[in-house]
């Protein structure tokens, strides 16, 4: 096994490990594996360049330690956006992460060990496979601070239709890894994290095996309609930078930080 840094820093790392054609993307973050603006962009990069990569067939998908899976955007980052374009920008990173992990011509098997929520349910649904354990429930919780999913919209209603999408979005809360699993966001759930493990190496080292024009092209078949999702998402980030800005959201935010 080979393994290399992608740019470590302070707000938080993205390694990638090479094993017998399996590409392992590993994201962490201290706050909860939250995805700051640097972290977005080093994953996004991640993914393409092992899109790109001869000796990967297929790319896993993985964040550390054993806590969240991901607690969505940076808090941090959301407060200090200023502007509508600054805003645009911010909510960007996860349009990027999504439009990488469609487009990679390999499937893309996300390891989900804990609670998932906001933007990290679309990293999630963007996934051609998510493998979780029965104690990772996952949530939409943008209107509860005052904004909506419209970056990740559209990936998470492709995946699991509008009736579930509009139903995690207007009830901001947690979700069952249970109720996940019948609506096609998971498509599997195991017993505790070794169980995971144990299923998620079975799954890769199977793919690994199968023909790659096979699952490039299956894999297109999936993904078809979504060749004009660069002009969606980024009109879907300046609605939400927009909403960010506004005193009804500022208050929410302060809100939800006092918890």
Known sequence: MTAHLQNSTSSGDVVTSHHAGVATITFEHPKGNSLPAALLAQ??????????????????????????????????????????????????????????????????????????????????????????????????????????????????????GLAAFSAMSVDADWRSAEWCAQHGLYASVAADEAALDQQVDALATTLAGSNPDAMRQMKATYWAGTEQWDALLAERARMSGTLVLSPFTRAAIARFRQR
């Open 43 to 160: 994953l996004a990069r991640a993914v393409e360049t092992e899109g790109r990569n001869p000796e990967a067939t297929v790319i896993v998908l993985r964040s550390g330690g054993r806590g969240p899976f991901c607690a969505g955007a940076s808090f941090d980052e959301l407060v200090a956006v200023d502007s509508p374009e600054a805003g645009a920008e911010f909510f960007s990173g996860f349009a990027r992460v999504i439009l990488a992990m469609i487009r990679a011509p390999k499937f893309v098997v996300t390891r989900v060990h804990g609670k998932a929520a906001g933007g990290a349910v679309g990293l999630v649904a963007a996934s051609d496979y998510a493998m979780a354990v029965a104690t990772a429930p996952a949530k939409l919780s943008e209107l509860a601070v005052g904004i909506g999913p419209f970056v990740v919209g559209p990936v998470i209603e492709k995946k699991i």
